[in-house]
């Protein structure tokens, strides 16, 4: 069974970077669509970036378009998610997903989950 393990997350100041990465077990990863979501404090579960399988195709919410930076090496299994310019409301858990349906923001179109990792961003 696919096993997602997301890392990377931490505190940071506001104008930081973090670099969050996911690592997929299971050996189909490279063939899914997968994706970042995050649940700020309080809020729901938001999409925030997507990959196709082959990599050349991606797709972003408007809020982080130009900060954030989603890919992945299917030789190692791995996506990664690089956050530039940090803000506080950037502050989430990150949860990493993987699936086999397009669109990729679509939370339903997502089999497997993992467990998230908490991002705080400090003004």
């Known amino acids: 069974q696919e096993q997602l393990v997301e890392s990377g997350g931490g505190l940071v100041q506001a104008g930081g970077s973090l670099r969050l990465a996911c690592a997929a077990s299971?050996?189909?990863?490279?063939?899914?669509?997968m994706g970042w979501f995050r649940q700020p404090p309080g809020k729901e579960r938001e999409f925030v970036a997507g990959i196709m399988p082959g990599g050349t195709l991606t797709e972003y919410i408007d809020s982080v378009k130009g900060r954030f930076t989603v890919s992945r090496d299917n030789d190692d299994n791995t996506m990664y998610l690089q956050m530039n310019s940090l803000k506080p409301e950037d502050t989430a858990v990150y949860y990493c997903?993987?699936?086999?349906?397009?669109?990729?923001?679509?939370?339903?179109?997502?089999?497997?989950w993992g467990q998230g990792t908490q991002v705080t961003v400090s003004s």
């Open positions: 299971g050996g189909f990863s490279s063939k899914a669509v």
């Open positions: 997903a993987a699936g086999f349906r397009w669109p990729a923001t679509e939370a339903n179109n997502y089999l497997y």
